[in-house]
């Protein structure tokens, strides 16, 4: 089964650009799609398609794609950027969708 | 408005069933698969399976295949996870979310629901 590699954790200061990598084999030739998850919330679809984003979701999110690691980029970050996020992308070979562990981000 | 309303927390001993739901509305039920998402307390997210309730193709993550049944009734629109004898073990928020197709990401999410599973 594929294999999606997140660090558990990240912090960054207020204004500044968060940058949560996602690790895989060949992950570029991938669709990689990120997931925000605060506290007690229910998942929330922030980038699909490496670096699109759903309606009513800010431009601040954004993501990149490339050889074995794909990013999700969060500009000029806010307080309320705080919680988890999971990479996912449909696995072929097992014919069903994977997600990464999380990565969990703190606004200091 | 596309909506998915899950039922709510669940408490059971070990070996006991049990039948969660997903209502949905705004949408055409049938033309949209709805998967099941389980989330361990303090854990990830792990994707358990999914139903086509338009034609109840149905397909399970391997962890979960022979577990867990997923099935959905067209006439209320409404998908269900159903464990015929549960374990400590299965005690998490279990999410059901909504994809246009397989391959493409969970658009829209259920509000969870808990299950605690203890003697």
């Known amino acids: 089964s594929y294999v999606l590699t997140q660090p558990p954790s990240l912090s960054v200061a207020p204004g500044e650009t968060a940058r949560v990598a996602c690790g895989g084999d060949?992950?570029?030739?991938?669709?990689v799609h990120w997931y925000q998850q605060k506290p007690g919330q229910a998942p929330l679809l922030v980038v699909h398609?490496?670096?699109d984003r759903p309606s009513g979701v800010p431009e601040r999110f954004s993501g990149s794609n490339s050889g074995n690691t794909a990013t999700l980029i969060i500009s000029r970050v806010e307080a309320g950027d705080e919680g988890d996020y999971y990479c996912?992308?449909?696995?072929?070979?097992?014919?069903?969708?994977?997600f990464g562990a999380g990565t969990t981000v703190t606004v200091l | 408005e596309v909506q998915l309303v899950q039922s709510g927390p669940e408490v059971r001993k070990p070996g006991e069933s049990l039948r969660i739901s997903c209502t949905t509305s705004?949408?055409?039920?049938?033309?949209?698969?709805i998967g099941w998402v389980r989330q361990m307390p303090g854990k990830g997210l792990e994707w358990m399976g999914v139903?086509?309730?338009?034609?109840?193709?149905?397909r399970y993550g391997p962890s979960f295949q022979g577990q867990v049944t997923i099935s959905a009734d067209k006439s209320i629109s409404t998908a269900y996870l159903q464990w015929t004898s549960v374990r400590a073990s299965d005690t998490a928020t279990y999410y059901c979310?909504?994809?246009?197709?397989?391959?493409?990401?969970?658009?829209?999410w259920g509000q969870g629901t808990l299950v605690t599973v203890s003697s």
């Open positions: 979310a909504r994809q246009v197709d397989r391959g493409i990401p969970f658009e829209f």
């Open positions: 705004g949408y055409t039920f049938t033309n949209f698969w």
């Open positions: 139903i086509y309730p338009g034609d109840s193709d149905t």
């Open positions: 060949d992950i570029g030739r991938k669709s």
């Open positions: 398609d490496d670096s």
């Open positions: 996912q992308v449909w696995d072929s070979s097992s014919d069903h969708p994977v």
